[in-house]
Antibody, heavy 120, light 112 residues
Framework: EVQLVESGGGLVQPGGSLRLSCAAS????????INWVRQAPGKGLEWVSY????????YYADSVKGRFTVSRDNAKNSLYLQMNSLRAEDTAVYYC?????????????WGQGTLVTVSS | QSVLTQPPSASGTPGQRVTISCSGS????????VSWYQQLPGAAPKLLIY???QRPSGVPDRFSGSKSGTSASLAISGLQSEDEADYYC?????????????FGGGTKLTVL
């Protein structure tokens, strides 16, 4: 069974940093592209970042470019999101979402999410 | 404001057929495939339709998707109470600033 478990969320002050993790199991992690998607409280879904299976191709939303860094450790079956210079508008539940095999175009499996709250 | 435009709400009675529209542009829906996600209250999103009109295993055939030009739609036939949820469309966008994914603002479906 495919499982994606996010962790690392919490309360952080504006301007602070946080590192999210996504632990994967039940599939060959190194063969799949992964995304981060977030959802502010009571709002819709917003794509944050994409990383290819090897980590060689990375994309970011304009809203986080220059502040967030996505990475992965295929030996540890883990995905990371380093978030710096956090703002109130970054407050959201952050999901990792795995693409389908051979197709980056849709999110086949989602984790349960981790809540990040940016507030003083 | 979302790049893909969805109606904020939709409703129907049990057994009815409802459709949810998703309007985009040539850089997203017009040149890439569309996927749809269902989000039940308090839960993570779940893939409902991929590659415009394909259903993952386990998704009832009451759900169907279509795409034409720069628009897409999700149809739900034989509406059931458990279909009450938020629905989102998504597509990759090949903009000049680099590839990225765009979502619709979501449609809250109420089963009356």
């Amino acid at each position: 069974e495919v499982q994606l478990v996010e962790s690392g969320g919490g309360l952080v002050q504006p301007g602070g940093s946080l590192r999210l993790s996504c632990a994967a199991s039940g599939f060959s992690f190194r063969n799949y592209n992964i995304n981060w998607v977030r959802q502010a409280p009571g709002k819709g879904l917003e794509w944050v970042s994409y990383i290819s299976s090897s980590g060689s191709v990375i994309y970011y939303a304009d809203s986080v470019k220059g502040r967030f860094t996505v990475s992965r450790d295929n030996a540890k079956n883990s995905l990371y999101l380093q978030m710096n210079s956090l703002r109130a508008e970054d407050t959201a539940v952050y999901y990792c979402a795995r693409a389908a095999a051979g197709s980056p175009e849709y999110f086949q499996h989602w984790g349960q999410g981790t809540l990040v709250t940016v507030s003083s | 404001q979302s790049v893909l435009t969805q109606p904020p709400s939709a409703s129907g009675t049990p057994g009815q057929r409802v459709t949810i529209s998703c309007s985009g542009s040539s850089s997203n829906i017009g040149s890439n495939t569309v996927s749809w996600y269902q989000q039940l209250p308090g839960a993570a999103p779940k893939l409902l339709i991929y590659t415009n009109n394909q259903r993952p295993s386990g998704v009832p055939d009451r759900f169907s998707g279509s795409k034409s030009g720069t628009s897409a739609s999700l149809a739900i036939s034989g509406l059931q109470s458990e279909d009450e949820a938020d629905y989102y469309c998504a597509a990759w966008d090949d903009s000049l600033t680099g590839p990225h994914v765009v979502f619709g603002g979501g449609t809250k479906l109420t089963v009356l």
